[in-house]
C-alpha cells in the first residue's frame, strides 16, 4: 500500500510526461494565484450584495414613512371642520 503522503504528492505536484518530457498537472503558485483571484471576485460580489441590501432596507423605510404620513394627514384633514357655503335658490 501506498503511503499517504506519496498519494498526496502525486495528486497535487505536477508530473512529468515520458513520452516529451512536458509537465502534467498544477504548480502550487497556480493554485495559489487562481484562490487570490476567486477570493477577489467572491469579495466584490459581497459589496454588490451589501449595497443592494440597505438600498432594499433604506427605500423599505421610506416607503413605511410615507404611509405613516400620509395617513396622518388624512386623519388631520378628516379632524377639521369644514365650511359649508349656503346658497340662496
Not at 501506498?2 to 516529451?20: C, E, G, M, Y
Not at 518530457?21 to 477570493?39: H, N, T
Request: charged share 20%.
Amino acid at each position: 500500500m501506498i503511503p499517504l503522503s506519496k498519494r498526496i504528492s502525486k495528486a497535487f505536484l505536477p508530473t512529468r510526461d515520458q513520452s516529451t518530457g512536458e509537465r502534467k498537472g498544477f504548480v502550487l503558485v497556480e493554485v495559489i494565484v487562481a484562490m487570490v483571484i476567486l477570493a477577489i471576485a467572491v469579495s466584490s460580489l459581497a459589496g454588490l450584495v451589501y449595497s443592494v441590501s440597505r438600498s432594499g432596507i433604506k427605500t423599505s423605510g421610506d416607503a413605511y414613512k410615507n404611509g405613516v404620513l400620509t395617513v396622518t394627514l388624512h386623519k388631520k384633514e378628516a379632524a377639521k371642520p369644514r365650511q359649508v357655503k349656503i346658497q340662496s335658490v
